[in-house]
């Protein structure tokens, strides 16, 4: 099963997609609210992510994508 995610890109919006990443916990995925607390980043890509990270240029689109890129188990090929 592959599995894919809307991800935060350069734009600063959740209208990227990627493969989810197998190291998402607070120790390799952190972000650091307002309120200085620790939590896992869901959206955000580190050196730890897989490739390849699309730029769809829409929340809405990058969205459809992920859940269609997951549906057909799309996966990357080595």
């Given at each position: 099963m592959s599995a894919w995610r809307v991800i935060l890109t350069d734009s600063e919006d959740l209208t990227?997609?990627?493969?989810?990443?197998?190291?998402?916990?607070?120790?390799?995925?952190?972000?650091?609210?307002?309120?200085?607390?620790?939590?896992?980043?869901?959206?955000?890509?580190?050196d730890c992510c897989p490739q390849p990270h699309i730029e769809c240029w829409g929340t809405v689109v990058a969205q459809a994508m992920?859940?269609?890129?997951?549906?057909?188990?799309?996966?990357?090929?080595?």
């Open positions: 990227g997609v990627a493969p989810v990443c197998p190291q998402t916990t607070m120790k390799h995925h952190v972000r650091i609210d307002s309120d200085l607390v620790p939590s896992v980043d869901e959206y955000g890509v580190y992920a859940a269609q890129l997951t549906a057909t188990d799309a996966e990357l090929c080595p």
